[in-house]
């Protein structure tokens, strides 16, 4: 009896530590259960602000690439602008130097006309000129044969009437020789006056 008693105290014993270490064992599993519960749960926490943390960057690529599009078209609109200034540039150039050429063109035209005038200038008052040193001659000769007509005049004037008579009569034509040689003095006189252009 003793032993049954022996293994009936062992037994409980036994039950009882392995209560006791069940129990031992349980409130290790539980604390081991909270620990990984807080640690799940901090995982989670932790989880949800990096998946937030991923959603705001993606948001924040997201932007970026909308405004690195953004910047491209800008850019891209910038050298079309740039390129039509450049051409507009270039095309204002080749129609300046066109004009200019057309001027330069102009300008030698208007030269070799006014070189020609001013010949033509100088020439015509090379003749004018001359033409006033005749004008001046002509007209020193035009008072000489003034005078010439106004003495012819004068000694027909001068010729009594009786001298008139005989100087044209044909029958007395006595001083019709002395009339006609005086007549022809005249003449040689005035076609000595004659202009001569």
Known sequence: MRLLRLSFVTALALTV???AHADQESDRLREALRS???QARTAEDQRAAVQAKLTAAEQERDRLRKQNEAYRAQVKEAEQAYRQAVKDFNDRIAERDDSLEKWKGAYG???NVARTKDAERAKLESEATTWKASAKACEAKNVRLVKIADDAVKQ???????EKVLDH??????????HQNAAQDFRDKIIEQKAKP
């Open 17 to 19: 530590a392995s209560t």
């Open 169 to 178: 009569d044909p029958v007395f034509g006595l001083k019709r020789v002395e």
């Open 109 to 111: 035209e208007a030269a």
């Open 36 to 38: 990984a519960t807080a």
């Open 156 to 162: 027909y004037e001068a010729m009594d009437p009786m």
